[in-house]
């Protein structure tokens, strides 16, 4: 389908309130009924017509079918965050005594999900180097249910070829999730490679104003329907009809802003690359990423986000370079129009973020929607 007319037009039936050009925010908790008949037969039906917000609004179904569209899925849920939508997706693929291959290093509250939370459950958890696909076969085992997969990583910038790992998973009868965030469905489509379940943090490019939290989930109709009847109505992290309407908004210009932002980022990791202080730069379009291959045969473009070691003896030439920077606020999250830098050493004294082997002198980058000239001239004053 015609990127354009999704995000501009698909799933607003326009006639059906005033011919409004931005559709009605429903903010209504509840939705009611002229007589006792009616009432049961949108019971029969609560998820897909109006009955109670938490199953179904007419501006978050707006939403869902757009992104669903999008990611080339049949269906799609929308949640409070993007760690409701991974949380929802991996504990309906999972029950006690089963167990989960991961990549190393998901983000870092899918991470504790599955390394922390679902022990508790009896649920284990093996974490790979998904850079090679023998790692996935050999820890998988008769109990394995679930692969999750984060291509690429949002942090490092692995990848994992999505075609392989969903042909490996399907033949053991494995469901795969993989977190897209950092593509966005633009400029890659897991489901069209044989991945089963796709989730966003929609807080990033999909809401693309740095003003929202939300999630988003997407797969078969068949695997939504069952999300949607036990973990998105159970454990109720939705997302509210207000919400959703910046959402929808945040669509409208996500091809812009997305173009805008890789096409900056390549000139900012290009003049980076010339800069003698960058000791390493993680970018998976980069000619010096040992999947720049793959990473153009399986995504469209590259996206906003690459890190960089920077030549440091200590720790305080980090943060002065880090601190100099005006252009970049000192941030977490991405995605937004500003861009941004997240150092590592930052998490020196978090007792919630302990990343262990990741390098101190590790900076992430987000690219917004800056010129490239302003964003250049910036880092050339801080090194
Ligand atoms: C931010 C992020 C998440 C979590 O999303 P929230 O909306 O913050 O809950 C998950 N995965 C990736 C890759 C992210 O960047």
Redesign the pocket.
């Known amino acids: 389908m015609d990127i354009s007319d999704i995000l501009n037009h698909l799933g607003e039936d326009r006639e059906t309130y005033s011919n409004a050009v931005s559709p009605p925010i429903y903010q209504s908790s509840n939705f009611c009924f002229k007589d006792v008949a009616t009432m049961r037969e949108a019971l029969i039906k609560e998820f897909d017509e109006p009955f109670y917000t938490r199953g179904y609004n007419p501006t978050v179904a707006i939403l869902r079918e757009k992104l669903a569209a999008l990611e080339a899925a049949e269906d799609s849920l929308v949640f409070a965050?993007?760690?409701a939508a991974?949380a929802a997706a991996i504990m309906s693929t999972v029950s006690q005594g089963d167990h989960v291959v991961s990549v190393a290093r998901p983000?870092s509250?899918?991470d504790k999900l599955l390394n922390i939370y679902l022990q508790r459950f009896g649920v284990e958890c093996t974490m790979i180097d998904g850079t090679e696909l023998e790692n996935f076969s050999r820890a998988i085992r008769e109990n394995t249910k679930l692969i999750v997969l984060?291509s690429p990583n949002?942090l490092t910038f692995e990848l994992q070829d999505l075609e392989a790992v969903a042909s490996l998973a399907k033949e053991k009868g494995i469901t795969t999730l993989c977190?897209n965030?950092?593509a966005t469905p633009l400029n890659q489509q897991p489901i069209t490679m044989g991945i089963d379940l796709v989730v966003h943090?929609a807080?990033?490019y999909i809401g693309g104003h740095s003003d929202l939290?939300?999630?988003v989930l997407c797969g078969s109709s068949e695997k939504i329907a069952a999300i949607m009847q036990s973990e998105y109505m159970t454990l109720g992290g939705i997302i509210s009809p207000h919400e959703a309407w910046m959402m929808i908004r945040g669509l409208r210009t996500l091809q812009l802003r997305v173009e805008k932002s890789c096409s900056t980022t390549k000139e900012v990791v290009a003049f980076l690359e010339q800069q003698p202080r960058i000791e390493k730069m993680m970018f998976p379009f980069s000619d010096s990423h040992p999947q720049q291959e793959l990473a153009k045969r399986q995504m469209k473009d590259c996206g906003g986000l690459f890190s960089i070691l920077l030549r440091a003896e200590e720790l305080e030439e980090v943060e002065r370079f880090c601190n100099k920077l005006n252009k970049f606020l000192l941030a977490c999250?991405w995605g937004g129009h500003e861009s941004l830098i997240f150092p590592m050493c930052a998490l020196r004294d978090s007792k919630n973020y302990q990343h262990g082997e990741i390098p101190w002198n590790l900076i992430r980058f987000y690219v917004g929607l800056e010129d490239p000239e302003t964003l250049i001239a910036d880092l050339r004053g801080a090194l």
Do not use: F, H
Request: aromatic share 16%; proline share 0%; no cysteine.
């Open positions: 965050s993007g760690s991974v983000y509250w899918t984060e949002s977190d965030s950092y943090s807080s990033k939290v939300a999630g999250s």
